[in-house]
């Protein structure tokens, strides 16, 4: 088959674009954790996530043929069937919302939004690198199955996945600075965290939903916290003025 052709070209682009807007909740995970260590060890350890998911979603891809295969029903419970995907999808989504719900938490209850804050316990770093590992295979196998549907060549959607994490490494650290910077943005990240969790839940539930009107409300939620925090800092500098 040849490689190098207009209809790769563009099947490229395309998958690239979706592994990137598929790994913005991994980005997210990955900075809020990252945000919860020493200063000095943050960037590696965004670094080092990126690598897992990266390496996580290339060695899927080597393994379509057994992937595809968790989608067999393996049992079926009140009539719904249940797979190894779904039950993979299950772990993932209630380990989410249990993380993102004791992360709010903390937030709020600890007293503090930094590593340094009294209340804010700071995580080891293999301790996240591990809970960056965990949720980097449930991302990878989803976003893998998607892509296994779209392109048929698996040397396209390995040089999508490498083009993807190259774009989300170059931006993550500048993500983490955002998130870390503004507490409001925290928690609605976090909150974007339990949606997804919901979602994979629902998913391995048998019950689709579609991940466009997940994407929107993120979007949505997102520009109205942006002029949110643009109106509060034309009302400090006109307070300032007076």
Request: aromatic share 8%; charged share 15%.
């Amino acid at each position: 088959m040849e490689l190098f052709t207009v209809a790769n070209a563009i099947a490229f682009l395309t998958l690239s674009a979706l592994e990137i807007v598929l790994g913005i909740d991994n980005i997210v995970f990955i900075a809020i954790l990252s945000n919860r260590l020493p200063p000095e060890q943050q960037s590696r350890a965004r670094r080092v996530g990126l690598i897992l998911a990266m390496g996580t979603r290339i060695l899927l891809l080597l393994s379509i043929s057994w992937v595809m295969r968790l989608t067999t029903p393996l049992f079926s419970v009140l009539g719904t069937d249940f797979s190894g995907r779904d039950l993979i999808l299950l772990g993932g989504g209630l380990f989410l919302i249990a993380k993102s719900t004791f992360e709010i938490h903390e937030k709020t209850e600890g007293g503090g939004h930094g590593p340094d804050s009294p209340g804010q316990k700071v995580l080891t770093y293999g301790s996240a690198v591990a809970q960056i590992a965990v949720l980097d295979i449930i991302f990878s196998l989803d976003s893998v199955i998607t892509a296994v549907g779209m392109v048929q060549s698996v040397t396209i959607m390995i040089a999508a996945v490498v083009a993807a994490v190259i774009v989300m490494m170059i931006f993550a650290d500048r993500i983490s600075v955002f998130v870390k910077n503004h507490p409001t943005i925290q928690m609605l990240a976090l909150s974007f965290l339990i949606l997804i969790g919901v979602f994979l839940v629902a998913e391995a539930l048998g019950k689709h939903i579609d991940r466009g009107y997940i994407y929107f409300a993120m979007a949505f939620s997102l520009g109205v916290e942006l002029l949110n925090m643009k109106a509060r800092k034309a009302s400090t500098r006109n307070s300032s003025g007076h």
